[in-house]
């Protein structure tokens, strides 16, 4: 009894009812070792990975009674706990993407104030799944309250872009800060589309960015205002940007490409320099899968010290772009005269220096970039609507209709027709379609696929389809061609090979 009245004071001091279970208070650590450690400290509660990286799983918590509710940091994905043991346990729920509970225990205390759950609230027990996220926000859930206007397409947009801003700024959610973004994005529904390069945005996208990875230190804000900046030629504001989200422990790449980034000086908005030939081969300290670019004759390019030259490169005021067999560019800058840039989604973030130099044939240097006549590839829905047909749509202009028979020609074997395709996306000067052009030469070994985009630029000799044209080589259409011999030799190989004979069980009478 008289323990009982010693303790009673301490009891008194949680807001929570008698019946609730001891808070979670210290770091906990699951019996999954890939599963993220938590770490309790009063009102607020951290996810890190085992080098102490932060991760998206916990944001803030409620506790009912020996439940608690916790909501991820970039989602309204909430998740259930059991609290047991006093505590010393916790007993993360299944749910329908986890079909087994993962148990989290205490392994180091601390002393934590009590939390009140501001801002986490759950639909009542039943509630259909799609009116949980409304019910939840009703009750002051805030990444429920994102959620909601996410996808609300009523509500004003500038309105909306303000609602998501306070939740971003006020209460520090990296869902909001994501959302807010997307909300003041320009609406055009046939963007161009871009595979491995990143767009840039809006000034008040940009701001809100800033505003994301400084306020809420949303790790998402963060890289993406490094890879702006990046991309603009902001190198030092990126590289402080990377700086601060490897302090605050955000994202360990972050701290992968501030150390490549020490081997040189970095300012922002440095002069553009005059279009350069590379030669020789440059190479970055940062261990990555394109760490290595090895340039020699006839724009040849390799993407190792010793390996074959299976690329080709072009140049562009001060760039050099190497063609890949995704369909784009590696983009690489110069920023001197021994180092390049990587400013692709591929290489971004990675300093290339020379080696030892080596003198390679020159090459023609480009016309001004501001003289090219480009335009954006995009995708639109003619083909979609009703009563369409591709035909139709690819002779009435759309460029997604043309590339899109194209592309069922060519997995058809049919490089003649789709190479047809193809030119007529070329024609409109795009450099996604004089691409394909290109490779379907490379492909069949056709010199008279390249006539359409041999004709568009003799028409316009400023066409970005000449620069796709420096692109077609006869090596090129070799190696696919020998690729296509040794396939089907190997194919005549397996179909000689008789089928093994099932095993057959030995008979009682063996």
Excluded at 56 to 64: F, H, V
Excluded at 345 to 367: H, K, N, Q, S
Aim: glycine fraction near 6%.
């Amino acid at each position: 009894m008289r323990a009982l009245l010693a303790a009673l004071p301490l009891l008194l001091c949680f807001s929570a009812p008698a019946w609730a279970a001891v808070p979670p208070c210290g770091e906990y650590q699951p019996d999954d070792e890939y599963a993220p450690l938590l770490n309790f400290a009063g009102n607020s509660v951290s996810a890190r990975d085992r080098q102490g990286f932060l991760s998206t799983n916990a944001w803030r918590y409620r506790i009912d009674g020996d439940t608690l509710l916790m909501r991820h940091a970039d989602s309204p994905l909430l998740d259930i706990y059991r609290i047991e043991a006093d505590g010393e346990r916790l007993v993360l729920q299944p749910d329908r993407m986890r079909s087994q509970a993962l148990t989290y225990r205490r392994s180091a205390p601390a002393v934590c104030v009590p939390t009140l759950g501001a801002g986490v609230a759950n639909a009542p027990q039943g509630t259909p799944e799609a009116d949980q996220d409304r019910l939840a926000c009703a009750a002051g859930d805030i990444q429920a309250c994102v959620g909601e206007l996410a996808y609300d397409r009523e509500m004003p947009a500038e309105q909306r872009a303000q609602r998501l801003e306070a939740y971003c700024r006020q209460e520090a959610s990296p869902y909001a800060c994501e959302e807010w973004v997307k909300a003041l994005a320009p609406k055009d529904p046939n963007a161009p589309l871009y595979l491995f390069r990143t767009a840039a945005v809006s000034a008040p996208e940009l701001a809100a960015l800033r505003a994301g990875c400084r306020e809420a230190r949303s790790a998402k804000a963060c890289t993406a205002l490094a890879e702006q900046d990046w991309i603009a030629g902001r190198y030092a504001s990126a590289r402080d940007t990377l700086a601060s989200a490897c302090e605050w422990r955000l994202d360990a790449q972050a701290c992968e490409h501030v150390q490549g980034l020490k081997v040189i000086e970095l300012s922002d908005a440095p002069a553009r320099r005059k279009p350069q030939q590379p030669c020789g081969t440059y190479a970055s300290g940062a261990g990555g899968l394109f760490d290595v670019f090895r340039f020699g004759d006839d724009r040849a390019v390799a993407a190792s010290s010793d390996g074959e030259a299976t690329m080709r490169y072009r140049l562009r005021e001060d760039q050099v772009l190497v063609r890949h067999d995704k369909g784009d560019d590696f983009v690489l800058r110069w920023l001197g005269d021994d180092t390049l840039v990587g400013m692709d989604d591929w290489t971004r973030f990675t300093v290339y220096l020379r080696g030892m130099p080596e003198t390679c044939a020159a090459v023609p240097l480009p016309i001004a970039s501001d003289q090219i006549i480009e335009r954006p590839y995009r995708i639109d829905h003619c083909a979609l609507a009703a009563g369409a047909s591709v035909e139709a749509c690819c002779a009435s202009g759309s460029m997604s209709a043309c590339m899109g028979a194209g592309h069922t020609a060519a997995l058809g074997g049919d490089w003649a027709r789709a190479a047809g395709y193809y030119d007529r996306v070329c024609a409109m000067h795009v450099r996604e379609g004089c691409g394909n052009v290109v490779e379907a030469y490379h492909n069949s070994g056709d010199d008279k696929l390249l006539a359409g985009i041999r004709k568009v630029c003799k028409d316009e000799p400023r066409s970005v389809a000449c620069e796709e044209l420096e692109l077609a080589s006869a090596a090129a259409m070799n190696r696919k061609q020998m690729e296509r011999e040794l396939e089907q030799s190997l194919r005549e190989v397996l179909e000689r090979i008789p089928a093994e004979a099932p095993e057959t069980e030995p008979s009682a009478e063996e």
